[in-house]
């Protein structure tokens, strides 16, 4: 039996589904029930019937996942598989500056470990960031932990936004003259970026969005040739979706080395082995579901 079909037979049997992010590895892509950005994945989470939550992505996601859905079996396949921007801001460190800025609402990007979330007013993923700020009665904003995206939503409102300085180590790769080299290459083609780009990436580029606003842009556009700034595995999705278009990638760096560490075999053993279950420590979880279950309110 191969292990797409071993895959098969242990999801049947462990009544399990598989959630996988845009950013995956072609062929865990392929395998999944489900692919989406952050806010479509942590929706399916909290609304799956199977027992089991097999989550390709990184940890945060799991994390998320277990906190709308704690009555759930949720596996991280691989267990080294974490964000490092989401490692850039620890609840401590949040706490400290909340004293700061006593009258800032803290809008928290899911790219964070549950203990920040719980220190959180409201969460926001990189598809409703700027909604979910303008959202809030509040005029001043501790954004965290993301700068570019605090620096995407700053440009879009007029309250005052206090930032964070985490970055994807990914997105911030990028640079303004790689856009400009690309942009030379190709004068026609729109250029699509992620908010985790840099300010001065995101100003250049046509349409800013989540990988799922990125997928729908490109189906809807009507350009042959679009050039993609964001983690090199939504190429999957494109090209599948989008037979007839041709998509660039702004930057070879742009590679998420912690998106590519699962693998068909790390499925197959988190299945088998019920490995790796996330859990969150109940008096976290409660007030992390509280600033994320606002988010999703607001998305519904
Ligand atoms: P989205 O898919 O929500 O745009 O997230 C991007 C990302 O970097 C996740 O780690
Ligand atoms: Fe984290 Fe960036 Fe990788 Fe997403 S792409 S998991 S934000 S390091």
Redesign the pocket.
């Known amino acids: 039996m191969d292990l797409v079909e071993k895959i098969e037979k242990l999801k049947k049997e462990k009544d399990a589904i598989i959630l996988a992010h845009n950013?995956q590895l072609d062929e865990v892509q392929a395998i999944a029930d489900y692919t989406g950005d952050s806010l479509g994945l942590s929706q399916k989470a909290a609304q799956v019937e199977e027992e089991t939550i097999v989550f390709c992505g990184?940890d945060f996601m799991a994390e998320s996942a277990a906190i709308l859905s704690p009555e759930k079996t949720v596996l991280l396949p691989e267990k080294n598989a974490n964000?490092?921007?989401?490692e850039m801001i620890t609840a401590a460190q949040l706490r400290e500056k909340k004293e700061e800025y006593p009258q800032a609402a803290v809008v928290c990007y899911v790219?964070s470990s549950a203990a920040v979330k719980a220190e959180s007013d409201i969460c926001c993923t990189s598809s409703n960031a700027v909604e979910v700020v303008e959202s809030l009665k509040e005029e001043q904003i501790l954004f965290v932990p993301d700068q570019n995206l605090g620096h995407y939503v700053a440009q879009q409102t007029e309250k005052e936004i206090i930032f964070w300085d985490g970055y994807?180590?990914?997105?911030h790769r990028v640079l303004a003259e790689h856009l400009n080299e690309v942009k030379e290459l190709h004068p026609q083609a729109p250029v699509i970026v992620h908010p985790?780009c840099r300010p001065e990436v995101v100003a250049g580029a046509d349409y800013v969005g989540s990988t799922a606003q990125i997928l729908n842009f490109a189906q809807q556009s009507e350009a042959e040739t679009i050039i993609i700034g964001t983690?090199m595995g939504i190429l999957y999705r494109l090209k599948n979706e989008n037979p007839a278009k041709t998509f660039y990638i702004l930057n070879q760096g742009l590679i998420?080395k912690?998106?590519k560490l699962t693998s068909l075999t790390d499925v197959v053993q988190a299945l088998e082995n019920n490995q790796y279950q996330i859990t969150v420590a109940a008096e976290i979880r409660v007030k992390a579901k509280q600033a994320l279950n606002k988010m999703l309110e607001l998305s519904r």
């Open positions: 950013y990184v964000c490092p921007m989401a790219n994807c180590i990914t997105h985790e983690e998420c912690n998106m």
